[in-house]
């Protein structure tokens, strides 16, 4: 799935042929790499990076096709590096990024290009994009969980069900 940047020099292969999908979850989840790598080989759950969680319930392991996933089982997130990357760049506020649609997916291979311009480069990291990657993840953190109330009427099931402990 070689989707070129305007260059054509940049693509998905290039950029997992440069950079390992554990190196750009380290750093857009702000995540030391030997944390990550215990958890592929171990297959033990660590607190969740992008959002305030106190029991372990995110995990990493590589898929049949050698993607490297993180899932959080709280249901926050669910995908490879490149969705993860999305993830972090949506919460600036300009709108969710889907990697489905191509002009996303390219903004994504240009910010992890950018982000790591050392390797791709041979320039000096750009330390206002850690800072933005820093601030857009703690914006993640700090989302308050939706939870939505409906009230119903009761149907035949949850009346026998309450009646069984003497509720009617």
């Not at 790499?33 to 215990?38: E, F, K, L, T």
């Amino acid at each position: 799935m070689g989707r070129s940047i305007n260059s054509g020099n940049i693509t998905k292969k290039t950029i997992l042929e440069s950079i390992s999908q554990i190196s750009i979850f380290s750093v857009y989840f702000d995540l030391p790499v030997n944390i990550i790598q215990h958890c592929i080989d171990t297959g033990e759950l660590i607190l969740s990076p992008i959002r305030i969680d106190r029991h372990p319930t995110v995990g990493f392991r590589y898929d049949n096709r050698g993607k490297l996933k993180m899932r959080d089982f709280g249901g926050y997130f669910w995908g490879d590096c490149f969705d993860a990357v999305a993830f972090v760049l949506s919460q600036s506020g300009d709108g969710i990024i889907d990697i489905s649609k191509k002009d996303d997916f390219i903004l994504v291979l240009k910010h992890i290009a950018s982000t790591f311009s050392d390797v791709f480069y041979g320039v000096k990291r750009d330390e206002n994009l850690k800072g933005q990657i820093k601030a857009n993840l703690e914006i993640a953190r700090n989302k308050k969980p939706i939870i939505e109330l409906v009230v119903r009427n009761w149907n035949e099931l949850d009346q026998s069900y309450w009646n069984q402990f003497g509720i009617n």
